[in-house]
């Protein structure tokens, strides 16, 4: 099992940059593959990136592609999600989430742990 925390939401102007951090606690953390999701007011949770156990493949959406990078440190216990060009559109909820069999899927369903999120805010 694993917990996991989020942090380093906040307000942002767009264009701007923002980096989002989710530390795990619990075994084997290097076993997962871990991934970021949002949720807009009023909308679905939807997937942004996932990378593998091993940080060695990655897998974007379409409307972050070139703008957001994922990372992970397995030393650390920590995956990250670097955000540049930051848009009003991406505005939301950002979600971390982990499993272990998630082989670079981006269902929310096939993610089984998550974190309590954090808050990104893009002013125009």
């Known amino acids: 099992q694993v917990q996991l925390v989020e942090s380093g939401g906040g307000l942002v102007q767009a264009g701007g940059s923002l980096r989002l951090s989710c530390t795990a606690s619990g075994r084997a953390f290097s076993t997962y593959d871990m991934g970021w999701f949002r949720q807009a007011p009023g909308k679905e949770r939807e997937f942004v990136a996932t990378?593998?156990?091993?940080?060695?493949?990655?897998r974007y959406a379409d409307p972050v592609k070139g703008r957001f990078t994922i990372s992970r440190d397995n030393v650390k216990k920590a995956v990250y999600l670097q955000m540049n060009r930051l848009k009003p559109e991406d505005t939301a909820v950002y979600y971390c989430a982990a499993d272990l069999f998630a082989r670079l899927r981006i269902g929310v369903g096939d993610y089984h742990y998550w974190g309590q999120g954090t808050q990104v805010t893009v002013s125009s």
């Open positions: 990378i593998s156990w091993s940080g060695g493949s990655t």
